[in-house]
């Protein structure tokens, strides 16, 4: 089992920034993929950003050069730093970390969310 825990949500004025954090503790690896997802009101949870265990990223075109993700391995945490954030960007942000066994299959462990508002 893999139990996550978010942090760093917060009221934010358009323009500013935030810096999430998702504290990984459990059946984990320090070099397991790590990610944040997002969900706004009345939309489906869409990919934010992800980071595998040797520092590859990857991110949503809607975020892309405005976030960043990174991770300490050694804390096995991953952070989301958020600037220029805009009103869309308003949503609850999930930490995600999916675990491939050994036949395969894949478990998307999720943290029980941070609510990020950003005001016009």
């Known amino acids: 089992q893999v139990h996550l825990v978010e942090s760093g949500g917060d009221l934010v004025q358009a323009g500013g920034s935030l810096r999430l954090s998702c504290a990984a503790s459990?059946?984990?690896?320090?070099?397991?993929?790590m990610g944040w997802y997002r969900q706004a009101p009345g939309r489906q949870r869409e990919f934010v950003a992800s980071?595998?265990?040797?520092?590859?990223?990857r991110y949503a075109d809607s975020v892309a050069g405005r976030f960043t993700i990174s991770r300490d391995n050694a804390k096995i945490t991953v952070y989301l730093q958020m600037n220029t954030l805009k009103p869309e960007d308003t949503a609850v942000y999930y930490c995600?970390?999916?675990?491939?066994?050994?036949?395969?299959?894949?478990?998307?462990?999720w943290g029980q969310g941070t609510q990020v508002t950003v005001s016009s």
């Open positions: 459990g059946s984990i690896f320090s070099s397991a993929p």
């Open positions: 995600n970390v999916p675990l491939r066994n050994g036949l395969g299959y894949v478990t998307n462990y």
């Open positions: 980071i595998s265990g040797g520092g590859s990223t």
